[in-house]
């Protein structure tokens, strides 16, 4: 007994050793993975202007073993009708890079215009998408308790006592663009760039109306929206994105910019890879999985992609997502300025991503929608 009792002591001993020594290792990992937010905020090519100038990073990272490859015809597409629409792509003079997926299969994965897979860009607001899926992880996680809870909550010394009903916007009403702040995009943007704190420029927009009752499609809301998120959590944007979403599916912002108070800038100046946004879309097509791990919730992946507010006869709009339907085939788009979008399209199993140059002078918005219609539903068998 005496000897069989010590042969378990030790054991015991070396076990707990082992889960020590585990622990220790794993403690390590994780303090030098912390990514570095002001790193690559300082980059060569920031500023403190509401846009920037665009310039092109590179992805040090190396994702050559990304996706399995396989051919048109594997997945029902007719190579003729897709070599089509390669052929329309050629010809634009701005168009970075066509990636087309199905069933989990890189079918095209095309870079033009001087462009390539490590090449890192501004994808403007079809990062707002990505802010919805942060606000929606901090809502599970409990930094958010409710929609419905009043941005003021959240920065209370931006608004005065008396004005109750600037007091009345919601976080739903910042995620569906119907605060009713007067608002004019790619216009009042300059004119906030010149106040030294942008949130307080954006909240003292005179409200032209009620909360809730209509569309007004405004950067400065989603701003906004980052600045409630680092409140709620006691992080950077930047932060919390990395912990929370990013490193999970194993890509990293090369850029990201922040305004004169270093809240990161809330649906736009945030760059990454083609790969990595169509990562993003990837998640999303399978309702916030990865890996088979839950990432978002994915009653927030669908109400995200739900109509919230109507746009126009051909839009809708949800969480940051813009929604449509494309020859009966409901979509949701990222969708950022100057060409960058993320097709998720879920009754066919498939996410399309494009993107386009918005560093140079001049300005080309391929026709997304038609050029899906036209090479990619159209090239169905």
Known sequence: MYILGNTVTKRIIFFYLVCLC????????????????????????????????NPTYYDPNDDS????????EEHGLNPEILALGLAELEQSP????FLLLRHDAVIVEQYFNGSAVNHSNNIHSASKSMLSAFVGVALRDGYI?????????????YFAADDLDKKNITLRHLLTMSAGLEWIEDY????????????KAIIALPLINEPGIYFNYSTGLSHLMSA???????????????????????????????????????GYNLYMTPRELTAFCLLYLHKGVWNGASIIPEQWVEESCQSQMSVDEDYSYGYYWWLTSIRGYDVAIAWGYGGQFGYVIPSLDMVVVLTANTRDDYY?????NQFIEDYIIGALS
């Open 22 to 53: 585990l622990s220790q290792v794993s403690c390590t990992e994780d303090e030098s993975s912390e990514f570095d937010c002001d790193k690559i905020y300082m980059r060569p090519g920031h500023g403190e202007t509401f846009y920037e100038a």
């Open 65 to 72: 073993a990304w996706l399995p490859k396989a051919t048109p």
């Open 94 to 97: 701005a168009v970075f890079s």
């Open 145 to 157: 308790h409710s929609l419905d809870q009043r941005v003021s909550d959240f920065l209370p010394e």
């Open 188 to 199: 009042t943007e300059y004119e906030i760039e010149e106040h030294h704190d942008w949130i």
């Open 228 to 266: 409630v998120l680092t409140r709620a959590t006691n992080m950077s944007t930047c932060e919390f994105a990395h912990s929370y979403l990013f490193n999970f599916l194993e890509i990293d912002a090369e850029h990201w910019g922040r305004d004169p108070q270093g809240f990161y800038s809330g």
């Open 364 to 368: 080309y918005e391929l026709d997304a």
